[in-house]
């Protein structure tokens, strides 16, 4: 029963990856070059769709962590750890791919531009939540600590997303979720959104395998402590 | 003498631009996407290859019991 649900497991993760591997190739061979920064843009549909899908990560982490409140369930953690760790992930790869398109475009791999400086934030929150849960013992206070900080990830999202008006930034300003409509071309708004889809569905996978993952591990132990006692 | 300014180059030295439109985005393109395959791909082989190894230990634990 374990072994086939493994085999769908890998075969659902192969098409993820290839519904993400062909939004590449319309990234570069459907999407037509940018007036203005050129081919050099084309990393964008790398970049926006890894950082929605690390913001998505914080929507769940969120919900969970009202759930845990509630409920004060040590198993809702683990898919809240999953989630962060998967939120980190593709947190870093924003970071990494920004910094890459900016030393082409702005010149320098990296400035403490207010959009890139809550990016980085949202990466130490989510390495703060993956060393706050490994430290605490499991427990209520562990369940309701990493609440709290699950809620502060998704409170960072919203002023990630405004930090480009709120603020004087390199960073330039939503092209896509804006007052007045997109100012993109047709052809590359639909990769662009493609690609995010299929950067969710490569993220929701890999939090539903890392759960499960962790959630055998906990049954392990479990399992484990139940023998020695026994 | 006609000469093409770019943000980064003089016009009195003949060195590659590096930065602004003139900059060859090829490397930093393949740089981007084979990061993200290695991290997409490294965090999904270490995800198969845990589970592998966890089913080992949950059958030998069953088999001691």
Known sequence: MSQTKDSSAILSGLFFLSTMAATWCLAFWYAPVDANQGEVYRIMFLHVPSAFAAFSA?????????????????????????????GLTFT?????????????????????????????????????????????????????????????????????????TWWRTLHQPPSMLRDGGSTMDPDILRTLLLSIVAMIGVGAWLVSQRGRNLKIRYELETQSMAQIGT | MDQTISPNTSPTTSQPPTYGPNTDPTPYIAGAYVFGLFLILGFAGFILIERRHLRGLMAALKKSS
Do not use: H, N
């Open chain 1, 58 to 86: 914080s929507l769940v982490i969120f919900l969970i962590s009202l759930i845990g409140f509630k409920s004060r369930s040590e198993e809702s953690l683990l898919w809240a750890r999953a989630t962060a760790e998967v």
């Open chain 1, 92 to 164: 870093i790869l924003t970071l990494a791919t920004g910094s890459i398109w900016g030393k082409p475009t702005w010149g320098t791999w990296w400035t403490w531009d207010a959009r890139l400086t809550t990016t980085f934030l949202l990466a130490l929150l989510y390495a703060g939540y993956l060393l706050l849960y490994q430290s605490m013992a499991p427990g209520p206070a562990r369940v309701k600590v990493c609440g709290a900080l699950g809620i502060l990830i998704f409170i960072d999202v919203p002023i990630i997303y405004k930090s480009v």
